[in-house]
């Protein structure tokens, strides 16, 4: 497990270390996102390189906040936190409309705390899904579908904002 970490943490740093050297611009979305599987609202937060106007790549932190759940064993309060890394294609149909397909993997760290014990569990998914985005200046509403395939099938809802911006060369 520690080399794992290790690799996976290498591999981080080194995406960053190529996308910042050659991105063309950066984004930071902000948003709203639904599991739709497990019924529960969160947070997201993402960064995003843009190699291209039509190619980009980026970490994405999703936080599920506690909710209350009950199976066969009783009550207890579900939480998790997802760290994704997806690529985003942008097709052009119209000015103002941008579509896009993406792929990539996610890593989920869930909780279940109950008044006797606390589980905490991680789950690696393989993501694939598309959003559409408004084509404006710099702030850019945008919403997505991911659906995450591990050893169960999850359906996100992501509404939010873009901010992009240009760096200087």
């Known amino acids: 497990v520690n080399i794992m970490k290790k690799r996976f943490t290498a591999f981080f740093i080194s995406i960053l270390c190529i996308g910042y050297s050659k991105a063309q611009s950066i984004s ?3 948003a709203a996102v639904r599991n739709k599987s497990q019924k529960v609202h969160g947070a997201n937060l993402s960064v995003f390189y843009h190699f291209t ?3 980009n790549a980026g970490f994405e932190v999703n936080r599920f906040f506690e909710h209350r759940k009950t199976k066969e064993t009783g009550e207890f309060l579900l939480s998790s ?3 994704d890394f997806n690529v985003h294609y942008y097709l052009h149909p119209f000015k103002f409309l941008v579509v896009y397909p993406l792929t990539g993997f996610s890593v989920s760290v869930e909780k ?3 008044s006797v014990e ?3 569990s991680k789950q690696l998914y393989f993501n694939s ?3 559409l985005m408004l084509n404006t200046k710099t702030v850019k509403p945008h919403m997505e579908y991911i659906y ?3 050893n169960r099938k999850e359906h996100f ?3 939010g904002i873009t901010i992009e911006l240009e760096l200087k060369k």
Do not use: F
Request: aromatic share 8%.
């Open 118 to 120: 606390t589980i905490q």
């Open 28 to 30: 930071i979305d902000v």
């Open 148 to 150: 995450a395939n591990g």
């Open 81 to 83: 936190w997802d760290y």
């Open 157 to 159: 809802l992501i509404a």
């Open 53 to 55: 106007e039509n190619l």
């Open 112 to 114: 279940e705390s109950s």
């Open 129 to 131: 899904g598309g959003g």
